[in-house]
């Protein structure tokens, strides 16, 4: 955002206003609020908004442990569609393997 914030300062000004928007139309409750915004910090791999949401989530009444099987249920769901994306790209691994299927990449 500090780029964003030099030289495009109107952007930065109205994404902060999307986030005064959230909390007056917030139709959920701080906790779920939190345990949302804490997966998504997970999977952005923002470490700034992890840190921020884990202790919003406590100070929201969730528990460690609470926590703990989210993140554990983020990497659960990362890895499921991992595996279910790879073996879709690598349904023709035969065709691969014999060199029928290329890549698009520059050589």
Same mark, same amino acid.
């Given at each position: 955002?500090?780029?964003?914030?030099?030289?495009?300062?109107?952007?930065?000004?109205?994404?902060?206003?999307?986030?005064?928007?959230?909390?007056?139309?917030?139709?959920?409750?701080?906790?779920?609020?939190?345990?949302?915004?804490?997966?998504?910090?997970?999977?952005?791999? @923002?470490?700034?908004?992890?840190?921020?949401?884990?202790?919003?989530?406590?100070?929201?009444?969730?528990?460690?442990?609470?926590?703990?099987?989210?993140?554990?249920?983020?990497?659960?769901?990362? @890895?499921?569609?991992?595996?279910?994306? @790879?073996?879709?790209?690598?349904?023709?691994?035969?065709?691969?393997?014999?060199?029928?299927?290329?890549?698009?990449?520059?050589?």
């Amino acid at each position: 955002m500090r780029l964003l914030a030099k030289f495009f300062p109107e952007f930065a000004e109205l994404l902060d206003q999307t986030d005064e928007l959230y909390q007056q139309k917030r139709f959920i409750d701080e906790k779920t609020y939190q345990y949302i915004c804490f997966a998504v910090s997970i999977k952005a791999r @923002s470490k700034p908004c992890v840190l921020k949401h884990f202790k919003g989530a406590l100070d929201a009444g969730a528990t460690v442990q609470e926590l703990a099987y989210i993140l554990a249920l983020v990497m659960r769901e990362a @890895s499921g569609a991992d595996d279910c994306w @790879s073996h879709d790209v690598l349904a023709d691994w035969e065709e691969i393997v014999a060199g029928n299927v290329a890549c698009g990449c520059p050589q």
